[in-house]
């Protein structure tokens, strides 16, 4: 695997892979890599000849008092992982080759109405943070395919539909949540948890899993969810959100089927994200 920081590198090295005629897989990430992101290696390899990875810990997508000082940067154990996994090329530039100008001059790309509410609602701005960096990503590598969480639900949407209203030829593949034995869906902000917050921490997909069985069953969504609350509550957590959108993100209506329960939750100063699609009954 080769690492690059500097972008006439990237782009030379990615010319001289599709003069040869080969298909170009994108992962793009900010380091501090587990299994979920490995997940996303092996699909992108599945799907493509040459696998590029990026790691970019973007200020553009924090907010005043969020944790971009703290969040990990672990660029050797990274690069042993993605080598590991397959991974053809590691881009990694630094802030001021993605932002020359600073944050403040730099242009912005807002995808509306799916950037709303939910996470867009929690934490302001941050979703035309992970739209700029994954603009910038596609025109820099210009993949066939890339590969996203689908634990970022929110995300995954915002994507696919700048993707699809800017017209970009890239095929937006999601990748099933990774979760430890106990349920937890894999992330890099895991890391923060104490002892004691990692062993209630499961709890969050516990409830969800509750709530799905009891949605699916043909309880009334509105005392579904405030039950919900109240058990993360009791649990220690403090909710941002719970909600039951449709698949898309839209409104549940009386003709919804496929739905999705998102919930976001703090427990102790770490902010966990988790969600489980479901089928509502006729």
């Known amino acids: 695997m080769q690492t690059l920081h500097a972008i006439p590198a990237l ?3 990615l010319a001289a892979h599709r003069r040869a005629g080969r298909t170009i897989g994108l992962v793009p990430t900010m380091g501090n890599l587990h299994d979920g992101h490995l997940a996303l290696v092996a699909e992108a390899r599945r799907r ?10 973007n200020p553009m997508q924090f907010g005043p008092g969020e944790d971009l000082d703290a969040y990990p940067r672990t660029l050797a154990e990274d690069q042993a992982r993605l080598e590991a996994a397959g991974c053809d090329l590691l ?3 630094d802030e001021a080759t993605v932002y020359p100008r600073g944050l403040a001059a730099q ?12 996470c867009g609602g929690a934490r302001p701005g941050h979703f035309d943070g992970v739209a700029t960096i994954v603009t ?12 996203f969480g689908e634990k970022d639900y929110q995300q995954l949407a915002v994507i696919r539909r700048l993707v699809d209203d800017l017209h970009l030829p890239v095929a937006v593949v999601g990748v099933p949540i990774v979760r430890a034995a106990d349920g937890l869906a894999l992330s890099s902000r895991n890391g923060y948890l104490s002892d004691a917050q990692r062993a209630v921490a499961p709890r969050l997909y516990q409830t ?8 699916e069953a043909g309880e009334a969504p509105a005392t579904t969810l405030a039950a919900g609350l109240d058990r993360l509550r009791e649990a220690g957590f403090a909710p941002d959100y719970l909600e039951l959108r449709a698949a ?3 409104p549940v209506e009386q003709t919804t089927r496929e739905a999705v329960l998102l919930a976001a ?5 770490t902010r966990l994200i988790d969600n489980l699609s479901l089928t509502l009954p006729r």
């Not at 696998?51 to 810990?57: D, H, P, Q, W």
């Not at 242009?107 to 939910?118: A, C, W």
């Not at 939750?265 to 100063?269: K, M, V």
């Open 11 to 13: 782009r030379e090295r």
């Open 91 to 93: 881009f990694a530039p």
């Open 208 to 215: 969800l899993a509750e709530l799905r069985r009891a949605l």
């Open 136 to 147: 910038m990503l596609f025109h820099l590598v210009q993949p066939d395919v890339a590969c």
């Open 48 to 57: 493509a000849d040459v696998v590029v990875a990026t790691i970019f810990v």
């Open 265 to 269: 939750a703090r427990l102790g100063p």
């Open 248 to 250: 898309d993100l839209g």
């Open 107 to 118: 242009t912005r790309v807002s995808v509306p109405d799916v950037s709303e509410g939910l």
